[in-house]
T-cell receptor
Framework: QKEVEQDPGPLSVPEGAIVSLNCTYSNSAFQYFMWYRQYSRKGPELLMY????GNKEDGRFTAQVDKSSKYISLFIRDSQPSDSATYLCAMRENTGANSKLTFGKGITLSVRP | DAGITQSPRHKVTETGTPVTLRCHQT?????MYWYRQDPGHGLRLIHY???????DKGEVSDGYSVSRSKTEDFLLTLESATSSQTSVYFC?????????????FGPGTRLTVL
């Protein structure tokens, strides 16, 4: 079993839909969780960064962490065509640059106008 | 892309030739990383640096070497390129005001080894 599993996709939704993106993990030592967004032929950009279990909201985006189930989610409300991108979850055990970041494989989202 | 440039942006080379990719930052961040991104594998860490002349291996370091002689530059060298090293390579930096945990990525270098 890989350390981080992410729904393979691709995912296509109509504009205005609520999108749910999910990752599961097997390493219970992971404590810090991130979501990156990557537009086609660009580098990933950090979207959300969470530490504890629970929800964190930023505009139309909500990151949810459930450490007991080893499950994280990213919700996008009122999705827009500009949200069309690949979304990668990432996680690490500790803080500090020497702590390795483990990525999911990413899921490609397409929002249809 | 957070003051990070990568060069070249695209390269086609032949098996057995040496290749050097450059990452340049203008943010004065302490930490720099090299990743490769492949379909079905996601992003994987090749090498990273935690200061000038201080580097360490990541999970897929075989066939790669790195050097960092200045804070702003981090070089990735493929000593003898193989077709399995065809990939998109991303540089990342961290260590600014946002702390060591927030990594900012460059635009990527698309490398094809024939």
């Amino acid at each position: 079993q890989k350390e981080v599993e992410q729904d393979p996709g691709p995912l296509s939704v109509p504009e205005g839909a609520i999108v749910s993106l999910n990752c599961t993990y097997s390493n219970s030592a992971f404590q810090y969780f991130m979501w990156y967004r990557q537009y086609s032929r660009k580098g990933p950009e950090l979207l959300m960064y969470t530490y504890s279990s629970g929800n964190k909201e930023d505009g139309r985006f909500t990151a949810q962490v459930d450490k007991s189930s080893k499950y994280i989610s990213l919700f996008i409300r009122d999705s827009q065509p500009s949200d069309s991108a690949t979304y990668l979850c990432a996680m690490r055990e500790n803080t500090g640059a020497n702590s390795k970041l483990t990525f999911g494989k990413g899921i490609t989202l397409s929002v249809r106008p | 892309d957070a003051g990070i440039t990568q060069s070249p942006r695209h390269k086609v080379t032949e098996t057995g030739t040496p290749v050097t990719l450059r990452c340049h930052q203008t943010e004065n961040h302490r930490y720099m990383y090299w990743y490769r991104q492949d379909p079905g594998h996601g992003l994987r860490l090749i090498h990273y640096s935690y200061g000038v002349k201080d580097t360490d291996k990541g999970e897929v370091s075989d066939g790669y070497s790195v050097s960092r002689s200045k804070t702003e530059d981090f070089l990735l060298t493929l000593e003898s390129a193989t077709s399995s090293q065809t990939s998109v390579y991303f540089c990342a930096i961290s260590g600014g005001l946002a702390g060591p945990d927030t990594q900012y990525f460059g635009p990527g270098t698309r490398l094809t080894v024939l």
